[in-house]
């Protein structure tokens, strides 16, 4: 098939356009050559004939609409520009990707906007990562540089290039800043710190606002990072390049002078900076020429700010940084000397010496004011060896100003970048190689092209020479490599522009001579230059209408250069005098700045060596102004040593493009892209890939693609032939393919023919699977209607059948209801009569139950009233002999009471045993005394009221029977009433009972009233109760809820704060394990310098030093030493024994409690005399009290017993019964003098164990016997230090004894020297356990010294275990589960846990609290649990790291899916890029599962918390799903439905691995969501508007920007998958922006979260040594069970 043929209806072409360079149209017919033209439809609707006069003039072919967006413009079917900047629009605008591959060059597009692309999460997705399977970013060419530098250990350059504003300088700093991130990760050294450092430095010093950037780099720049052994970052080197000194004293309209002079003038109010005497830039010459001192959205001051933290991290003190800012402030005053003119014609000119300018300019430099200003307006000349001075005019002193301030700010940038140098330089050992970024400028070309566009374009011209080169270089190796033939490609080479520049006779080289000649001028020079080159060189050319200028032929565009001020550029001229006034400065770096230097010689021995900065070098005297180096002459021995470096590097290109001169963000101007493409070189790539074979697949590949093009059958393992036989019949001409050894290439175009005989060959087999299809339904149709139509005939008989049947039953139905109607109306006759039969009966039956049952109750009457006459004569029965029998009991009460007295009285006597023991009870005697006197008061006054009572009583009884009697006689006496007295005393009491009636009446009418008021009272009362009650439940909700949202705020934020601790811990963490490495290294470069010197095999070769970080986290334990175990202490715990001075003190307390002396001088040694002396007083002290307490108690018994007589022996019974008054006080009395009983036997007891102790203190009451005794008991050597043991009321069993000398043995066996296989045979907790009990043992026994000691010993040997099994999870796991476990058992058992049990809980007898304060141990052992946990999670986070991608995102784990083909892309790997290695076992998702299956395993065998394991499996589900997620969004190889298909299969194994082992309730299965609702966005239909808002409501856990770089990143593998269309696109944003989206704003999520752990505090029981089964492998024998 020709070319031609490729021109059919349908296809689209570009043509020329005037407007937007190049238009799409698609043809309306087939190309037919005798028509001389194509018919086609433009993209914007219109129809236009193209002229056809040859195949040649036919239109650059457009590429298939699924290549469109491509990654890699090499992989295009297509290679043309129209095809390039199509593609760059396209995923420029449509998907807002910034970045595209062109081979081996980065083309970036400036978005003038911020996007979420440059965070550390991105670098994380980035490192370690193949970029060719990566979309294209900055990261990704860093990642390939520093990728290649590590695996072939060679040194890469990274060349940044493009117009000011096109972002060269944001990505130099983004790929520094990479570097840093990953070059820094191992030892997080300082260096990297300050490489990113100098960047705002740097821009600062050398960047300003142009028409066209307001950050614009005015200097070249190339900086190499130096790297060690294993990739990190250990120094760096900046070198610099014509730096733009002009714009220091002049700036173009809207233009401003470099940064730094801003931002000292917004910095003017500040208190250092007052002596500077600044003022506003628009106050200043050099500041205010462009008429723009601000930039919008720029604060100059915080960028001073930042800038002045910057040079103090590179070393650059505060007083230097004032002396930097001196020199600046005196540069911009320098601008502001006036000037004036003198003399005849103005020859003269001369500077007030009052000039507030020159002195402030003067003061600040230090130096001669009145010399200054003459030297200003001055010059010296040398005429017949004798110096003459000469007066200059007022524009020639104008002009010497300004070059005297533009040399000062070049020597002071120069200065600068030396300074950092040495501030960046490796300080130990030498790089092993570098990577080295130029940020330089790209090719320039203006209305008005001067000297310093020359030097930039001269640069270009190299560095274009320099790419050409390197791609052939690399078509090259990748011919010979896969054994094509190699044939050379014609292009355009730049050489003869170079020669034209720098060859003999150049440019340069006549600009260096007419600088030389005396009376040289512009005009001369451009006269030579006509003269020279004009018909002679084809890039040279004349301008017609000017004889000032000259044009030269660039690669790039044509470029016409004005010659005025070439020369005085080139010479940069400087006068002598103001330079040797300078040098005599006040100011030590003024001085140094303007150093003597050898005729020709730079001013820095670096310059020397790199490169010769900014060209501003001077010789020493006038005299050898002919030998001075020029600008040219230095700029191109600095672009020859730049040229060698990076030709000795494998470079890596980044072409940065501006998309429009408005900086409009995502605004594309073609016109302008086109333009920058020709000139960057990136069309030039283009049309070289073009001319060889730009589209290379794999045998396997093509093989997989097109498959269904080849005939007959074909074998697998011959691809090589298979793939040549097949290609020999689809492309008749061999020219347009070649094999390779492992490939087979293919020139442009060949790709889309191949697409178009595929799509041909798919179009015939879906017509032939059409009518197999159609058929197929035909005779499903026809077999369905035969069904259907004796499915209607069997139907139609049935229903026929079922009317007769329906006949028969309701004729059926009509005899039963007429037989049910019959027997229903004689039926409810029948019920009627019985019905009223019934009820006949129940009324007469009734009547006979009443009359009944009123004879039961009258019969019930009066038995009720027989039982109450009966049970009232019982009652008074029952009283008296109740009286009798407590009198009965008051007798026999009495006669014990005196047997019990004279008991007591017997037992007094022994109460004098018990009088010196009984202190303790001395209060509660005083008490029960004294209630004793209230009791016998009280019953004192009882008594004399009850003998009064009785006299009234029997005085008012006489009384009342002497009334009695004397009434009674009166009515003897009186005679009886007449029957009118009757009938008026039955009148008076009728008329008295009426009226009582009526009061009655009356009042019951009030109570009605009153009770009416009442129920009113209440019902309102009620009311409001309600709705008070009302109000506090609204109140309490109201409560509960600000409760509830401020403990929800408080757990966030304790959540947050245990995430910082931890993060801070893990910190810490590494500075110790940084602080480590370098004690090593101390102790290595120690013994070097002591050399072959032998040392005893039994001392330790880690040299100790103590930790700067924290003295008391990494102590050691000590163990007593020969010396210090002759100290003998009893009354202190502490482990800390200094010698015993003399104390006077003690010799006074030792006189007032009269404790001999002559005792403790038999004692031999100071410090025993002392502890005796101390026992003996504190002795006598406690003999003192139990005998003034036993003689208190004594006392107190006595008077108690005596007063609980009295009252018994008082209580005389009566003869009579008692009243009941009497009865209830008698009651009390016994009553409380029982409890007196009970609390004088409690006394008693008490007495009895303060007894007990007193015989315990006696046995101790002398030093010597209570050493033997202890020394004895213990089994230790005599003088070892030892603590008075602990009594208590019950001995604890179930401990272990570990005697001192052992505890080192100890935590050998158990931690330190633990063996892999002994500690995992080990039941969970062991080492734990037996080190409690242990250490509970020593609490027990009193020394709390050497418990602490124990534990501080077992955490710093459990550290150590750690960091010798730092890659172990098993032991990890171990030292988890003990550390926690020890942590949980001193938490339990500590004193402060054991206060907070309930007031009715007791402790139990063998969960002893411990005395010893463990609070220090306690938060040890806390952070040595997170250390733990983190350094799990660290373990198998770097086994799972190479894991994620491949097994999640890569490994085709369904067959039918794998076998899919993909879309026609080339095998176009990156160079350098790491080649998968097809030997090594591939990595699955069972791989994952297998580790994530051991880490269970271990942990579980640990028995550690499931809480735990939840928060662990979360954190790693956490790095799996964000790991594999980051890399779905920066992959679009990934985003397709089957391999969403794939992914949702690999992540729903996780899921089920999940429940399988029941952690899908910790959040890890919450952690697998962003993830899960990604894959499914690439399988749901995306077209309609319904799918939109399904879309939305679907994909919760994604942000807005997450779901639409999905869709635009979706790219259909296969013909039959669509592509997601811009309007259902811009329909999702929509919807977007409507939901509340509560998702954070960053593009990737953050892989290096870490969630704050929290272990769960689970009480153990109770620990027993008996419980404990500890194998003989530990070697723990010697410990002794308690």
Not at 1111 to 1131: D, G, I
């Amino acid at each position: 098939m020709a070319a031609t043929d490729l021109y059919t209806k349908g296809t689209c072409v570009w043509l020329p356009d005037p407007d937007e360079v190049w238009i799409s149209g698609q043809l309306l017919q087939d190309l037919k050559l005798e028509d001389r033209y194509l018919l086609l439809q433009l993209s914007d609707g219109r129809e236009a004939r193209h002229p056809v006069a040859s195949p040649s003039d036919l239109p650059p072919l457009g590429n298939p609409e699924i290549l469109q967006g491509e990654n890699d413009l090499t992989c295009l079917s297509f290679l043309h520009e129209p095809a390039v900047l199509h593609n760059l629009r396209v995923r420029f605008l449509d998907y807002n990707d910034i970045y595209t591959y062109c081979g081996i060059v980065l083309v970036a597009i400036n978005p003038y906007e911020q996007l979420p692309i440059y965070g550390e999460e991105v670098i994380d997705a980035y490192s370690g990562q193949d970029i060719a399977d990566m979309e294209p970013h900055i990261f990704s060419v860093a990642e390939e540089a520093y990728r290649a530098m590590i695996r072939e250990k060679k040194n890469q350059s990274i060349i940044i290039s493009g117009e000011s504003g096109s972002g060269k300088t944001v990505s130099a700093k983004f790929t520094m800043r990479y570097f840093a991130v990953v070059g820094g990760a191992a030892q997080q050294t300082s260096v990297e710190e300050k490489v990113l450092a100098s960047n705002p430095i740097m821009e600062a010093f050398g960047n300003a606002k142009t028409t066209r950037n307001d950050n614009s780099s005015r200097f070249g720049k190339y900086t190499e990072i130096g790297f060690g052994n294993h990739g990190d970052i250990i120094g760096a080197n900046m070198r610099t390049y014509l730096l733009e000194k002009s714009r220091v004293v002049f700036q173009a309209q809207e233009e401003r002078n470099y940064h730094i002079f801003y931002q000292l003038c917004a910095a003017r109010d500040l208190p250092e900076m007052k002596a500077l005497k600044l003022e506003a830039a628009e106050c200043f010459r050099y500041t205010n020429q462009g008429g723009s001192t601000q930039i919008p959205g720029t604060d100059d001051l915080a960028d001073l700010e930042r800038v002045r933290n910057t040079l103090v991290v590179l070393g650059i003190r505060s007083d230097q940084q004032m002396e930097l800012f001196r020199i600046l402030s005196a540069i911009l005053h320098l601008g502001n000397i006036s000037i004036q003119a003198s003399g005849r014609g103005a020859d003269r000119s001369y500077i007030n010496a009052e000039d507030p300018s020159l002195l402030v300019f003067c003061k600040l430099l230090g130096v001669e004011r009145a010399q200054m200003a003459h030297w200003l307006c001055n010059r010296r000349l040398a005429v017949g060896g004798e110096m003459l001075m000469k007066p200059m005019s007022g524009q020639q002193a104008a002009d010497a100003r300004d070059s005297l301030a533009k040399h000062v700010y070049g020597q002071l940038f120069s200065w600068t970048v030396s300074r950092l140098n040495v501030a960046l330089r490796a300080k130990k050992e030498k790089p092993d190689s570098f990577i080295g970024v130029l940020d330089i400028y790209g090719f320039e070309t203006f209305a008005w092209n001067s000297f310093e566009q020359f030097c930039i374009n001269y640069a270009n011209e190299k560095l274009q020479q320099q790419f050409n080169l390197h791609v052939f270089q690399l078509e090259q190796e990748e011919y010979e490599k896969e054994g094509l033939p190699w044939s050379r490609i014609e292009f355009s080479d730049n050489q003869p522009c170079i020669t034209l520049i720098e060859g003999p006779l150049g440019l340069l080289d006549l600009l260096d001579e007419e600088c030389r000649i005396p009376k040289g001028s512009d005009e001369n020079w451009a006269q030579k230059l006509y003269d020279q080159h004009q018909n002679h060189s084809p890039h040279f050319g004349k301008p017609r209408l000017s004889n000032s200028a000259f044009i030269i032929f660039h690669f790039a565009d044509m470029v016409r250069y004005e010659c005025d001020g070439f020369l005085e550029k080139n010479r940069d001229t400087i006068f002598e005098e103001p330079i040797n006034i300078l040098r005599a400065s006040q100011s030590e770096l003024v001085a140094e700045l303007f150093l003597k230097e050898p005729a020709g010689g730079a001013l820095s021995s670096s310059a020397l060596k790199a490169s010769i900065p900014n060209g501003s070098l001077h010789s020493e005297k006038r005299a050898h102004r002919e030998h001075k180096q020029t600008v040219g002459f230095q700029f191109r021995q600095s672009l020859q040593l730049l040229m060698v470096t990076l030709n000795s590097t494998n470079p890596h290109y980044v072409r940065c493009i501006k998309p429009n001169d408005l900086k409009e963000p995502f605004a594309f101007d073609p016109k302008r892209a086109v333009q920058q493409l020709r000139a960057c070189g990136v069309l030039e790539t283009i049309r070289i890939s073009a001319a060889g074979f730009p589209s290379r697949w794999t045998y396997l590949e093509f093989f997989s693609r097109y498959r269904l093009l080849f005939h007959g059958t074909v074998d697998q393992e011959e691809l090589r032939a298979s793939c040549q036989q097949a290609l020999a019949a689809l492309i008749p001409d061999p020219d347009q393919y070649c094999f390779g050894k492992t490939k087979v290439f293919f020139r442009t175009g060949q790709v889309a023919l191949l697409e178009r005989l595929r799509a041909e060959r798919l179009r015939e087999a879906g017509v032939t699977i059409q009518s197999r299809v159609r058929g197929w339904l035909a005779r499903r149709h026809y077999q369905r209607t035969r069904w259907a139509s004796l499915t209607l005939q069997r139907y139609a008989r049935g229903g026929l059948a079922r009317r007769l049947a329906r006949t028969l039953r309701r004729s059926h139905a009509a005899l039963v209801i007429q037989k049910t109607f019959r027997m229903v109306a004689v039926r409810r006759l029948y019920l009627l009569i019985r019905e009223a039969t019934i009820t006949i009966q129940a009324f007469i039956r009734g009547t006979l139950a009443r009359r009944h049952y009123w004879m039961l109750v009258a019969l019930r009457a009066s038995v009720v009233l027989q039982a109450g006459v009966r049970g009232w004569l019982a009652r008074r029965a029952y009283r008296r002999t109740l009286a009798a029998v407590l009198l009965l009991q008051c007798c026999v009460r009495r006669r014990a009471a005196r047997r019990e007295l004279l008991k007591l009285r017997a037992e007094a006597r022994s109460v004098e045993r018990y009088r010196e023991l009984n202190k303790g009870m001395e209060v509660k005697l005083m008490q029960l005394q004294l209630r004793a006197d209230q009791q016998a008061r009280e019953t004192a006054v009882l008594r004399d009221a009850l003998h009064a009572e009785r006299e009234s009583h029997s005085l008012e009884q006489a009384r009342l029977q002497r009334g009695l009697l004397k009434l009674e006689a009166q009515l003897r006496e009186q005679p009886p009433k007449s029957l009118a007295e009757s009938l008026r005393d039955e009148e008076e009491r009728r008329r008295a009972e009426e009226r009582r009636a009526q009061e009655v009446s009356r009042l019951t009418q009030e109570v009605q009233s009153l009770q009416a008021e009442k129920q009113a009272l209440e019902d309102k009362q009620a009311a409001l109760c309600s709705r008070l009650l009302d109000q506090e439940a609204l109140q309490d909700d109201r409560v509960a809820r600000c409760v509830a949202e401020a403990s929800e705020g408080l757990r966030g934020e304790l959540e947050e704060e245990r995430g910082r601790y931890q993060g801070l811990l893990k910190e810490f963490t590494r500075l110790e394990q940084r602080y480590e490495n370098l004690r090593e290294m101390s102790a290595l470069a120690e013994q070097r310098s002591r050399g072959c010197q032998r040392s005893d095999s039994s001392q330790s070769l880690v040299v100790e030093l103590p930790s700067p970080l924290s003295s008391s986290l990494s102590c050691s334990p000590t163990f007593p030493v020969a010396e210090f175990e002759q100290r003998v202490s009893v009354t202190s715990p502490s482990c800390e024994r200094r010698p015993w001075s003399h104390d006077p003190s003690l010799d006074t307390l030792m006189g007032t409690v009269e404790v001999p002396k002559d005792a403790a001088e038999r004692i031999q040694g100071e410090d025993l005399k002392l502890a005796y002396d101390a026992v003996r007083v504190a002795n006598k002290f406690l003999e003192a009290q139990l005998i003034s307490q036993r003689s208190q108690w004594q006392e107190e018994l006595s008077a108690l017993r005596q007063r609980r007589e009295g009252p018994r022996q008082t209580l005389v019974p009566p003869v009579g019964p008692f009243p009941t008054e009497l009865q209830d006080f008698i009651s009390a009395v016994l009553s409380e003098n029982a409890e007196l009983a009970e609390q004088v036997d409690a006394g008693q007891r008490e007495c009895r164990r303060l007894g007990r102790e007193l015989g315990h203190l006696r046995h101790i009451s002398t030093l010597r016997k209570a050493l033997m005794t202890t020394a004895s008991a213990a089994d230790l050597p005599f003088g070892q230090e030892v603590h008075p043991p602990r009594w208590r009321e019950q001995e604890v069993m179930g401990l272990l004894e570990c005697r001192k000398r052992d505890e080192g043995k100890l935590i050998r066996n158990l931690i330190t020297d633990l063996r892999v296989d002994c500690a995992l045979s080990l039941p969970p907790g062991l080492p734990a356990s037996v080190l409690f009990l242990c250490l509970q043992q020593a609490d027990y026994a009193g020394d709390q010294a050497r418990a602490s000691s124990l534990c501080t010993a077992a955490i710093n040997a459990m550290k150590g275990a750690l960091k010798k099994h730092s890659a172990d999870v098993d032991m990890t796991a171990l030292w988890l589960k003990n550390s926690c476990l020890l942590g949980d058992l001193i938490c339990q058992h500590c004193t402060h846990h054991v206060s907070l049990l309930p007031a009715g809980r007791s402790v139990p007898g063998d969960k002893l609290p411990l005395t010893c304060t463990l609070s220090e141990q306690q938060r040890l052992l806390s952070d040595l649990s997170i250390q733990t946990y983190q350094q799990l999670l660290s373990i198998t986070e770097a086994r799972l790291q190479p894991m994620i991608v491949p097994a999640i995102l890569e490994s085709e784990m369904i067959p039918s899916l794998a076998a899919s083909g993909g879309k026609p892309v080339g095998s176009r790997k990156r160079a350098g890029s790491d080649s998968k290695s097809g030997t090594a076992e591939p990595i699955t998702m069972a791989t994952v599962l297998r580790e994530l299956g051991a880490l269970y395993a271990a942990l579980s065998r640990q028995a550690l918390p499931p809480t735990l394991l939840e928060q662990t499996f979360r954190q790693l589900l956490h790095l799996l799903a964000a790991t594999a997620f980051n890399n779905l969004l920066l992959r679009k190889d990934m985003c397709c439905w089957s391999r969403g298909m794939q992914i949702r299969y690999n992540v729903s194994l996780l899921e089920e691995w999940l429940r399988s082992k029941g952690l899908q309730t910790g959040g890890a299965m919450a952690s697998l969501e962003p993830l899960i609702q990604a894959v499914q966005l690439l399988q749901v239909s995306k077209r309609s508007d319904a799918d939109a808002q399904a879309l939305v409501q679907t994909c919760t856990a994604l942000s807005s920007q997450q779901i639409v770089k999905i869709l635009m990143l979706y790219t259909p593998h296969s013909d039959i998958e669509e592509r997601v269309t811009l309007n259902f696109i811009r329909t999702v944003q929509g919807l977007l922006k409507e939901r509340l989206d509560s998702q954070p704003r960053q593009l990737l999520l953050d892989v290096r979260r870490v969630f704050p752990v929290t272990f769960p505090h689970s009480p153990s029981p109770l620990l027993r040594a008996d419980q404990l089964t500890i194998p003989d492998s530990l070697k723990i024998s010697f410990l002794r069970r308690v």
